[in-house]
């Protein structure tokens, strides 16, 4: 058990937007990890009743609520790429809130293997700290923008912006243990890797 009080295996999962780190992630679960999914935590923080969002009125006024009390997220998305001190401030807020709850969620697993699902791992040494291994999920710039396109309906400028504000493919790559490029792979081909890695990392047959 390290000072976190995590005693289970545990795993960093990370990946650009439209690579299939969500795909690969339910595949994991499949394979018997405990999931714990920051973006999901930062959507019920910021849902209607969230915890976050008496905060975040404080920081950015009434104008980031939505109608229906949840955090106006496109309006919020767009005043973060727009000022990089607002996005600051954002993060601020969310970001120790988020920390909290997913070491709630690893610490109530136990001893079963956790993995943690952060879209910003490459960019937080605090997050690289508290995984034991790293699984970065890849795919060419041109597919990631085709697959959100695709089920989000945003164009193509809007994607590149996201692409943008992330860490670059080569800098995920550099930190990770082992990589899934996922381009041109269907869901059973993409689930045997993930199982393939599963058993070597838990020391099982393959």
């Known amino acids: 058990m390290d ?3 995590l005693s289970g295996p545990r795993i960093g999962l990370t990946g650009g937007i439209g690579s299939g780190k969500s795909t690969v992630a339910r595949c994991l679960v499949d394979c018997g990890a405990v999931l714990v999914d920051t973006d ?3 959507r019920s923080l910021t849902a209607p009743g969230g915890a976050a969002l008496p905060a975040l009125t404080l920081q950015f006024g009434e104008k980031i609520v939505a109608a229906d009390g949840s955090l106006a997220r496109e309006h919020m998305r767009a005043l973060a790429f727009a000022d ?3 996005k600051a401030r954002l993060e601020a807020v969310l970001h120790p809130m988020i920390g909290t709850e997913a070491l709630r969620q690893a610490q109530a697993a136990g001893e ?3 993995v943690f699902d952060v879209p910003l791992l490459t ?7 508290r995984v034991a291994r790293l699984l970065v999920v890849d795919c060419r710039e041109a597919t990631q923008i085709e697959r959100v396109m695709q089920r989000s309906g945003w164009s193509e400028d809007a ?3 996201v692409i943008a504000q992330q860490a670059p493919r080569a800098a995920r790559r550099a ?3 082992a990589v899934i490029f996922n381009d041109g792979l269907d869901i059973e081909a993409l689930s045997g890797e993930v199982r393939w890695l599963w058993a ?3 020391n099982r047959p393959h």
Do not use: K
Request: proline fraction near 4%; charge should be positive.
């Open 175 to 177: 930190i990770a243990d």
């Open 3 to 5: 000072g976190l009080g």
């Open 112 to 114: 079963r293997p956790v």
């Open 159 to 161: 994607v590149r912006r």
């Open 84 to 86: 990089a001190g607002a």
């Open 200 to 202: 070597l990392w838990n």
């Open 40 to 42: 999901a935590i930062a």
């Open 123 to 129: 960019e937080s040494s605090l997050w690289r700290a």
